[in-house]
């Protein structure tokens, strides 16, 4: 059987991945065909309990290139031309009641064949109870950035603050060398509603990573009229 390319190896048939896995590592690990285990708080198996903090979270919907995401309150412009993969990873979760793909998008099909990075936007939530003692986002970058590591990435610095329209949100960047390409991902994570709502956008730079992260969106926090 012929080597892989990169590109190969970059995609994976989304189809046949992800019955053990939760969709806090999807973005990681659906997009490169790795194998994880399930986050070491969560149960796992399709007769887990429901969780309401995940239930809570409306699945959202994409209409016109655009998703939208009442409760959260954001919306993600999806770029012209790309494909949406978010039905196989929902049904690919092995545990859909605790927590849930919102979006998947790829450049092309995971399954697809090319020899640059297949970039990719995953946005998922997860009931913060899954991470007893998590207070803030930032703390959810300690199994995302051990599991991450451990699959070839390098973590480019420290989680650290990044507001989007006002949102208090916290970011972390990581780095893969592929031989003549290298992976950009950034993973942007919201502690809101009692859910952690991840973000992760890959590439093949730093500005492509950039460009997909801008079209991210929230409504504007109001604040109370003062009498």
């Not at 399930?38 to 979270?57: M, N």
Request: proline share 7%; glycine share 8%; charged share 20%.
């Amino acid at each position: 059987m012929p080597a892989k390319n990169a590109g190969e190896e970059l995609s994976c048939n989304i189809e046949r991945m992800g019955c053990h896995l939760c969709p806090t590592f999807l973005a990681v690990v659906l997009m490169f065909g790795f194998e994880a285990p399930l986050a070491s708080a969560q149960q796992s198996g399709s007769q887990a309990a429901a969780s309401p903090a995940a239930a809570s979270v409306e699945p959202g919907e994409l209409l016109d290139g655009t998703y939208h995401n009442r409760t959260i309150g954001f919306r993600y412009q999806v770029p012209f031309g790309w494909v949406d993969r978010t039905d196989e990873m929902r049904q690919a979760a092995s545990d859909q009641d605790k927590s849930s793909v919102l979006l998947a998008v790829f450049e092309r099909p995971p399954a697809a064949k090319g020899n640059t990075v297949n970039s990719a936007v995953v946005i998922a939530v997860e009931p913060a109870s899954a991470y007893p003692g998590l207070k803030s986002a930032a703390q959810y970058f300690g199994p995302v950035t051990e599991l991450t590591t451990a699959k070839g990435f390098q973590a480019v610095a420290d989680p650290y603050e990044f507001p989007v329209d006002g949102r208090p949100i916290v970011r972390r960047d990581f780095l893969r060398p592929m031989g003549s390409i290298s992976m950009h991902q950034s993973t942007l994570a919201l502690l809101t509603k009692g859910s952690i709502v991840s973000f992760t956008f890959l590439g093949g730079s730093d500005d492509e990573v950039t460009a997909l992260i801008e079209q991210l969106a929230f409504e504007r926090v109001r604040k109370p009229a003062h009498k």
